[in-house]
């Protein structure tokens, strides 16, 4: 099956610690993205990367990190410098040959600070 | 600064009756905009797009109209049934480097059966 999937699915961390979430795609789709989606709210751009070894910070990048060292993999580092981490995170990627794709989004990964 | 929302946070509908969903955008530079349907739990799932040389487009049960002229955007979901209940979102994209989308807030739909 072609897709997005994250993993895992329900994610819990106590406070101080790191976490990463997972990120992988087979549609051979150059760019991908992360967003937070907090609850009864629309979704904020936190970092992209529109092709292999570059990334950019989007709106809210401050207590994130990401790498994208293979095409097919944008895992998000949550760090202990986020002060509110507890969200819904989305991955998505778009084919990156248009600055406007349509963006396609995985299933997602609920965190949750203890 | 520029934004996407939506009039209506929760639109009840009757199995059977169509719906409009209503999203008004500031950024008049956006030339690209999609509707993204949010089941609980779930991801974002493609809907539609239109870009800003339309300003209608039919899919599957589903129209959306462009009035680029008051910058606003509707999803008109035909005969609607249970299984559209979810949150449905605007996002527009002004075609600058990065493919970046503005989301609005959401609309939730609940069908009455």
């Known amino acids: 099956d072609g897709g997005i999937t994250q993993s895992p699915k329900y994610l819990f961390r106590k406070e101080g610690q790191n976490v990463t979430l997972s990120c992988e795609q087979n549609l051979n789709h150059d760019a991908m993205y992360w967003y937070r989606q907090d609850p009864g709210q629309g979704l904020r751009l936190i970092y992209y990367?529109?092709?292999?070894?570059?990334?950019q910070k989007g709106d809210i990048a401050e207590g994130y990190s990401v790498s994208r060292e293979k095409k097919e993999s944008f895992p998000l580092t949550v760090t202990s410098a986020q002060k509110n981490p507890t969200a819904f995170y989305l991955c998505?990627?778009?084919?990156?040959?248009?600055?406007?794709?349509?963006?396609?989004f995985g299933p997602g990964t609920r965190l949750t600070v203890l | 600064g520029e934004s996407v929302g939506l009039h209506l946070p929760t639109l009840s509908v009757q199995e059977g009756d169509n719906s409009i969903i209503n999203c008004a955008y500031s950024n008049s530079a956006s030339d690209y905009f999609i509707w993204y349907k949010q089941e609980s739990g779930k991801g974002p799932q493609f809907i539609i797009d239109?870009?800003?040389?339309?300003d209608k487009r039919q899919g599957q049960r589903v129209t959306v109209l462009l009035n680029k002229t008051v910058k606003h955007l509707s999803l008109q979901i035909a005969a609607t049934q249970p299984g559209d209940s979810a949150v449905y979102f605007c996002?527009?994209?002004?075609?600058?480097?990065?493919?970046?989308?503005?989301f609005g807030g959401g609309t939730r739909v609940l069908v009455k059966p």
């Open positions: 998505a990627s778009s084919p990156g040959q248009l600055d406007t794709d349509t963006q396609y």
């Open positions: 239109i870009r800003s040389n339309m």
């Open positions: 996002a527009e994209n002004s075609g600058a480097a990065g493919n970046k989308l503005t």
């Open positions: 990367s529109q092709i292999v070894n570059d990334f």
